[in-house]
């Protein structure tokens, strides 16, 4: 006898609890419709109770991922900003190398380094949330060119100056 009467699924901690034995049952190999026989329900709301069991899985696993992906990213990213707001001093063997004025000269390498690394962490962002994923666009191609469209026109013209001739001479 069946467990679940056709259709009555319960209340939402219910039907977690069918997906989940559902779920179990298509592990250990048992056929959806063996499922849903003995369960007291169809094939396909066993395939249903199946796919909604994986999705709540996946989806929030995949969120809660990317969201600790995009946190680490973050707290790179206010690192690199510090970098960029700080002055750097060029330094060649051991020394400050100075200007002619005593000032030492500015270095921009860890700049030019720190605003590269911001970039790679935005495109990592942007690719973390699909945002590169690609728009379809649909392009139309004409195979005519205004010459083709000049002799069409020229040959409607010729075929109406006909149908005039023929309908002169039947009369």
Do not use: C
């Amino acid at each position: 006898m069946s467990k679940y009467r056709p259709g009555k699924l319960g209340n939402p901690a219910q039907r977690a609890e069918i997906r989940a034995e559902v779920y179990r049952m298509s592990l250990r190999g048992k056929s959806l419709t063996a499922i849903g026989e003995e369960l007291g329900f169809s094939r396909e709301t066993a395939r249903t109770l199946v796919k909604e069991y994986i999705e709540q899985l996946t989806v929030p696993l995949a969120e809660q991922m990317r969201k600790a992906e995009d946190d680490k990213l973050s707290r790179r990213e206010a690192k690199l900003w510090g970098f960029l707001e700080g002055t750097y001093e060029t330094v060649s063997h051991g020394k400050v190398v100075l200007k002619a004025t005593g000032e030492p000269v500015t270095d921009l390498d860890p700049v030019f380094k720190a605003d590269a690394a911001l970039h790679r962490i935005a495109e990592r962002r942007a690719a973390l949330w699909g945002l590169n994923t690609p728009v379809k666009t649909e392009h139309v191609v004409s195979s005519t060119s205004p010459v083709d469209d000049n002799i069409a026109r020229l040959i409607e013209d010729m075929n109406a100056a006909n149908a005039q001739e023929v309908q002169k001479l039947s009369e």
